[in-house]
């Protein structure tokens, strides 16, 4: 490894605690922020995923045609800056509930390119075998980063009160770090150009595996808070401070988890990742039957921080694509298509997951993503990489 490497890997560990950190202050206030400021219901709650989630939809077109022309690490500095625009904005030009929509659009496109760019990066800094574990490290750096941005938001609260101006304008600052970390990185001085689309059937599976992800996202982001928010009445600083536990874990167990993809494969943590999916969904729908107060409450948080920690395994889709790839130039598109697909589920399953919860009950929203993780389960059980990249063969 060169000496030029070992500088982009200390500036991409950088990078990723910074965008963690504005994924921290954004993920620990975002609920609160809407049903304080904004009086969000259930309902709007549910329709907010769809601008939300639609960068992540038109993301294979977007990243496709900026490929074409820029380098990859030059691109994770655009998403930056466009990630700290939407930040201020939230912080200070959203009096109405349109505006507040608008800028959370912006932010998550920042988000979105910035996500589907550092797995494609983060493979141009690994060894041959090593990949779970490089890429475990640098989602343990993004871990480190949510654990600050959500200490900020739980000791700010304490020491000012709950200002989510201050909150986002925080996220903001973290934001424009990384986008100058990101400038300075050299790693894909000297690349192949990308394919802007590429949708291949030996791409299946990795298209099949995105869809499922989509689903996670939706329950622990958008119905997993929102079962502590509403029906609980947990406030910002605890929502954060679940982040802040999480967080934690994640610093210490990402890399470890990167490491049990590159032993295990896969197929099998994939598998045993759906398992756990439906077992959360069930705690997340039957807390309270199962339990008096306040013991529902405490397996709900720890619930919450489960499903956290487990997505430090979703690096496992990116590190099966490297697998499979028929062409190297096609993995940055693909991670695209596959964003693209997750989005698609993420935008409209949370629509009929508040209609559901609104018009039936809350339970069967759990019921539903429980009933398609264990279908997630059987499409991960047909995961089949080439020989020579399986740790199992």
């Not at 930040?87 to 390119?113: K, R």
């Not at 493979?123 to 900020?152: D, M």
């Not at 099998?268 to 077992?279: F, G, N, R, W």
Request: aromatic share 12%.
């Amino acid at each position: 490894m060169t000496d030029s490497q070992r500088r982009d890997i200390v500036r991409m560990l950088a990078a990723s605690v910074c965008f963690g950190a504005v994924g921290g202050i954004f993920n620990a206030s975002l609920g609160n922020f809407l049903a304080d400021v904004h009086h969000f219901d259930t309902e709007m709650r549910g329709w907010l995923e769809f601008p939300r989630e639609l960068p992540g939809f038109v993301i294979v077109v977007v990243v496709g045609a900026l490929v074409m022309r820029f380098r990859e690490t030059r691109i994770l500095a655009l998403a930056a800056l466009i990630t700290a625009a939407g930040a201020l904005g939230a912080a200070h030009l959203a009096p109405s509930t349109a505006l507040v929509v608008l800028w959370i659009f912006v932010w998550s496109l920042g988000d979105h390119i910035n996500f589907t760019l550092v797995g494609p990066v983060g493979l141009k800094l690994a060894v041959r075998g090593g990949e779970g574990r490089r890429l475990g490290q640098f989602g343990a750096a993004t871990n480190l980063g949510i654990l600050l941005g959500a200490g900020a938001v739980v000791l700010l609260a304490k020491v000012v009160g709950t200002s989510y101006s201050l909150f986002f304008s925080l996220g903001a600052g973290f934001a424009l770090v990384a986008a100058w970390l990101f400038t300075r990185m050299q790693v894909d001085r000297v690349q192949a150009p990308s394919r802007r689309l590429v949708f291949r059937r030996e791409y299946g599976i990795f298209y099949a595996i995105s869809a499922l992800f989509g689903i996670r996202k939706q329950v622990f982001y958008v119905f997993g808070t929102w079962v502590l928010v509403q029906l609980h009445g947990v406030s910002v600083a605890t929502i954060a401070t679940l982040f802040f536990v999480g967080a934690g874990l994640g610093v210490v167990l990402r890399p470890l988890l990167g490491d049990v993809i590159d032993w295990f494969g896969e197929r099998k943590v994939l598998v045993i990742d759906e398992i756990l999916l439906m077992v959360i969904c069930l705690a997340y729908a039957f807390a309270s039957d199962l339990l008096a107060a306040p013991w529902d409450l405490r397996l709900l948080f720890a619930a919450y921080v489960l499903d956290q920690t487990l997505f430090g395994l979703r690096v496992a889709r990116t590190t099966y694509l490297k697998k499979v790839a028929v062409d190297p130039a096609d993995i940055t598109p693909t991670m695209g298509a596959g964003i693209t697909i997750d989005h698609a589920v993420a935008m409209t399953l949370p629509i009929l997951s508040g209609y559901l919860w609104e018009t039936i009950n809350f339970r069967w929203v759990f019921i539903l993503a429980a009933g398609i993780a264990l279908a997630g389960m059987f499409v991960c059980l047909r995961i089949k990489v080439p020989a020579g990249n399986d740790p199992a063969v």
